[in-house]
């Protein structure tokens, strides 16, 4: 597909992000200096794996995760990519000028970078919802919007609600889903025989995406269990997912093949129901004593999914007329949804295990909650309404690629 | 290739591994609980990279390696996860019975999950005999035999023959080797020109086989030290493993121009070859003292690796009328039968040392080796037998997958 | 394509790259022996993790790098792991030799296999020049140069010029690519057709590529501190590294797409200009004090890669008809050139801050790293006349690979 743009609006455009980066790196001169504590040096070797692990999962496998869309395989990996960039140096950023709330000179450590990757992976979720729909410029400035209002949630999360820095994390996937949903909606409906198109595509799966997934699957203990420290916490946060998501692959292969009609496999419901394992245990997985409750998690958030592919999916397209491009909703969404439930009723039990008052931290707990929905929700609308206006011109555009290397590419990578 | 199950037969098949699932998360709800010793605790991100390595070649390389076949590329991948899922569960289950010979609460940590995981294994590497031979219920069964098998093999081993854990586990190949090789012996034979279907596309390579061949190369220093606790041994088993591996990478190389009439290499033999000299050196690892001997046991593993390729596929198939998909037989059999041999030379030669009894120590070695195979050979007879059931009709049905996304994924993936 | 030797030759051929590994286990027995101290053994798993990074990189990362041509993205890999395999090996006992300047009996431990990898990588970087032009004898003649060449230069970097082990191992990528460059010189040029045919195939990007270009992206820090030892020189390498790479991702992007004259992306670029900035930044990302810096050397090292994938492949083609099959002027060869002369001068304001004489200290700088441009140019100018030599035939034919397999690999991979 050819661009829709003329050749005097393109070049401001990628501009735009070139300016962006050489204030980015304005800011970090004037505002920015490394740690230099002894301390913080020796914790740096261990933190780096963890902190590999957490990259490893932003850029293959949520690059990935989105390419089974034979449209987008090459765009998805590489926007993928330049989001991430650029959002983990807005967030390093955000988060050091929201920590002090002041424009002080911040001190930069390697846990600071580790969270602001994790940050910026909302925005990699949000993705997969308006894929294929919006073009470069507008990811742009859906980047800058969604990492500053997730990192101003966290902030408000830690101060008013009392939340500590793994669960307000972990909220990420609610967040992230709900964020996306909302800008899906607002964003103009394509044309019905270009969303057929795109609904026919949508259903093949690919071998790239299952890379994705997999790189997820295996290291989704370690973002789980990325930000706790107590030794305890730490490792029932591993076991936990880990069990989760074993359970959770075991119901995907076999609840898919019961809903189908001649008991076949749907790849996509593979694709998105392994996951939602991990996703259910996020929040809670620190509270979980024994393994039974991950896998029963783990179970619960397989079957929401699936039902969500089968059902959720088109109930929104007919009522709300939303198209989520990848099934961000029933993958990160729902199963979310359940894991923060669960964590808002564990730690209730865990309350009135020790003698406080029930209905203050149910309520503090909900609260923080519904909190980082709303915020998801609201960012999300007014991204939503900002991408709508008529200074981004032809919003359908996405191909940015060089057509001919574009469509060449598939005669020339199967060698013919 | 459509299914030849009726309808009333799939749903019923599926559902009993969604059963399966439940009845397991029952039985880890009576019988488990975590670990809570700080001891323990403190040892675990230490073990939990170890676990990681472990869990990656697991899930990406042997989930890949076997992906080179058209027709199973899919299910290869995504029933490698659904049986090494289950199979983990099943294991660390019958560990903990087993362990203890009771039905008494067990304790899981850490390093229950990592031994359950290599144990698995097994499962993954047999598959690769019969993929494509049999239906998803099957591999369900013979998931279920399988590792039961290899945990009281190894339970015996431990008890009778004195192994210690790591070799008891490094005979894996071969145990998983020969039960493949004795479950394909009894399942029903493929129509001649079906056989011949397979044959022609068994030759066919493809990146990602590649892909999982290189995940495999890389990480198998960690799979061969992953039991070993004395720093020196764990210390000889990475070098001695990255020696071996490089040298049967070469041989490999050289050998399989030598052995083609034109001089071409073979990626069959790439593929296979390059694993040999990891799964030789698996065993012996920790007794070799110096790094010519481990660089000699890659040289000769290639060459048998290649030599099987090239005349005991072919053999096999004359004589058995035996059909190996994937080449198990010559990656792992073979050399794993080397590596055994050379274990109870190298221990003799040490006892000698010691001034311990020449005879009694190679008998028990013999033993523990000889029962291993014995075993494999059992319980793949047993499974084979039950696999030939009625019940289970058409066994050549393997494409689960829905067969619209199935095969409209080719087109779709590359993008016409 | 068919070969174009003759049957008489080509088994001669292969059978040099076996007799040459049976050769190298010989030596190896008379002069290798592991290192047994217990200090060494206990440093053994922190140095393992490295290592391993270092292992991903040069065989995921460069060996993927690579395939995006498709006449050679078989060859690529396999070549790859192939000439790694058996450079390591050299490397090895070439340090061993050149460090204690005798025949004695060296011991090897695991940083001795680490820097050998590393060194080993450079035959990765080089043959990205020639990759298309030259057979597999041929690449295991240059393999043997250029692993001797590259240790004799670190060798006198270290004795004359006073260098340490990270500098003059980061120098790596100049050499490389000078020495590529320089055989490309020496080899005969394709007939005009065929340079077409490359041509037009080389500007086809893949997604196989892209995963190279991820995994060297998310590594890379891990390289450029791997022989730093300095908690504080580690950590500065690190986020450095860290820094510079996300800002190379962004300038790729934003400035690939203003060059293009409808304002498209070209994957070409960003294969390459993702990875300009972790190479920039190599040699002096331990002496970088505050992030900005990194960043701007990100930025400087994105725009230079893109201006030589535009201008300068083009202009060498046309004054040297010269043909640099993967960009690896521009990939590695600019942007090292750019991090020699910055850590040239940051070194001097070093010294000026000690008050040491900043004549003497830049002269033994410049010193240094003009020695290993004339050394990687010097080797590559005798390897490319060996390689001219009449005794290797045809030196266009690359394609080892089973014609069957190959040719039919395409329809046998995507299903029909």
């Given at each position: 597909m050819g661009s829709k743009y003329q050749k005097s609006v393109r070049g401001p455009l990628t501009l735009w992000a070139f300016m962006l980066e050489v204030?980015?790196?304005?800011?970090?001169?004037?505002?920015?200096?490394?740690?230099?504590?002894?301390?913080?040096?020796?914790?740096?070797?261990?933190?780096?794996?963890d902190f590999q692990d957490v990259i490893i999962m932003a850029v293959l496998g949520l690059g990935f995760l989105n390419t089974s869309l034979r449209r987008h395989c090459w765009s998805s990996v590489a926007f993928n990519l330049f989001m991430l960039a650029l959002g983990v140096q807005l967030t390093v950023l955000l988060d050091g000028f929201l920590n002090q709330l002041s424009l002080r000179k911040m001190v930069l450590?390697?846990?600071?970078?580790?969270?602001?990757t994790m940050s910026a992976t909302s925005v990699l979720i949000s993705v997969g919802v308006i894929l294929g729909k919006v073009n470069l410029l507008q990811l742009l400035l859906m980047t800058m919007i969604e990492v500053t209002a997730f990192s101003a949630t966290r902030m408000v999360g830690k101060e008013v609600f009392n939340m500590d820095n793994h669960i307000s994390m972990m909220y990420i996937h609610v967040f992230a889903a709900f964020f996306g949903l909302t800008v899906a909606c607002c964003l103009p409906k394509p044309l019905p025989n270009e969303a057929e198109d795109k609904e026919q595509t949508a259903t093949s799966p690919s071998l790239f995406a299952m890379l994705g997934t997999l790189f997820l699957w295996m290291f989704w203990p370690s973002f789980n269990s990325a930000l706790l420290d107590i030794p305890d916490e730490k490792k029932k946060a591993l076991f936990n997912t880990y069990y989760a998501l074993a359970v959770s692959m075991v119901t995907a292969i076999s609840v898919s093949a019961l809903a189908h009609p001649q008991g076949k496999i749907n790849m996509t419901h593979i694709h998105n129901a392994v996951l939602a394992g991990g996703v259910a245990v996020g929040a809670p997985c620190y509270l979980i004593p024994s393994p039974w409750l991950a896998m029963v998690l783990g179970l619960v958030a397989g079957l929401i999914s699936i039902?969500?592919?089968?059902?959720?999916?088109?109930?929104l397209q007919?009522?709300?007329?939303?198209?989520?491009?990848?099934?961000?909703?029933?993958?990160?969404?729902?199963?979310?949804?359940?894991?923060?439930?669960?964590?808002?009723?564990?730690?209730?039990?865990?309350?009135?295990?020790?003698?406080?008052?029930?209905?203050?931290?149910?309520?503090t707990d909900s609260g923080a909650f519904s909190f980082t929905i709303i915020m998801g929700v609201g960012s999300g609308l007014l991204t939503g309404m900002l991408l709508n206006l008529k200074i981004w011109k032809s919003p359908h555009v996405v191909n940015y690629f060089n057509d001919q290397t574009f469509w060449k590419f598939p005669h020339l990578a199967v060698g013919y």
């Open positions: 204030i980015l790196i304005l800011i970090f001169f004037f505002f920015t200096s490394y740690e230099t504590s002894v301390k913080e040096q020796e914790k740096l070797m261990r933190t780096y794996r450590n390697l846990s600071s970078i580790q969270i602001s039902w969500g592919a089968m059902y959720l999916q088109v109930c007919q009522t709300l007329d939303l198209h989520d491009t990848y099934g961000v909703q029933y993958t990160f969404g729902l199963p979310g949804l359940l894991g923060g439930i669960t964590n808002i009723v564990l730690m209730a039990l865990q309350g009135v295990g020790r003698g406080d008052g029930l209905g203050y931290q149910i309520l």
